[in-house]
């Protein structure tokens, strides 16, 4: 089966494509909207090049997004083909979600459910400039500053955002994943990820590693006044895990 990868940044979407990549039988080519910097099929390459297509946006403006799936999906027929749509690129061109609906795809549904380690980590990705980290690279260590007078609200959108990931194309065949699953329990999620797309169970070995490791309360500067901010909030149970 081919498929997309749902997510939003900071869920763990590049560990999951890079893991499945390694599987012989699928061709991952990254984040739809931002195909130079991935590896995408030769044929399907040429053919988006070629029309100067360079960008999601510049696509769905000159041609259907469905013609688009048809090119990608059907470039190597003895593959499961796939890549990353970002939310707020699917909500931002609906006729997306129509033209995923007429496709034979799956959806991987990629969420997070600890919204503030969310936020935290985005926020540490902007001030080191480091959005992943390979295995081998050395860890990325530094702690940030949380703006508390907008915190409740940032969370609440963050939440919606989440909704929206869940809710995406309900008929269309899916898997939900968290990224908690992906760090407590990832050889379990990734073979429930294979059966998923119909391939064969093999050992899975991604390029990306978890980026940040310590605890809130040692990543935020100011955790005592975010511990006050979110304390009697539907928010609090994010600083006890």
Wanted: charged share 25%; hydrophobic share 35%.
């Amino acid at each position: 089966m081919n498929f997309i990868i749902l997510a939003h940044p900071r869920t763990g979407s590049n560990w999951v494509g890079s893991a499945l990549n390694s599987h012989p039988e699928v061709r991952y080519c990254g984040e739809i909207s931002q195909n130079e910097r991935h590896d995408w099929p030769v044929q399907t390459y040429t053919q988006f090049k070629r029309k100067r297509f360079t960008r999601l946006r510049s696509f769905i403006g000159l041609s259907s997004a469905s013609s688009y799936l048809d090119l990608v999906m059907k470039s190597e027929s003895d593959r499961s083909v796939g890549f990353k749509a970002m939310a707020r690129e699917l909500k931002q061109y609906p006729c997306f979600e129509a033209a995923i609906k007429r496709s034979e795809i799956g959806l991987i549904k990629l969420t997070r459910r600890n919204l503030l380690k969310r936020l935290v980590s985005a926020e540490l990705a902007k001030e080191t400039g480091s959005y992943s980290i390979f295995k081998k690279s050395r860890k990325v260590i530094t702690s940030i500053t949380i703006d508390t007078s907008n915190l409740i609200t940032v969370l609440n959108r963050l939440e919606e955002t989440d909704f929206f990931i869940n809710e995406y194309c309900p008929t269309t065949p899916s898997i939900s994943v968290t990224y908690e699953d992906l760090v407590s329990q990832s050889n379990i999620t990734f073979k429930e990820l294979q059966k998923f797309l119909g391939l064969e169970s093999k050992d899975l070995e991604s390029k990306y590693k978890k980026q940040n490791t310590d605890s809130l309360s040692e990543l935020i500067e100011n955790y005592s006044d975010v511990l006050v901010t979110l304390k009697g909030t539907n928010f609090e149970k994010f600083l006890e895990e």
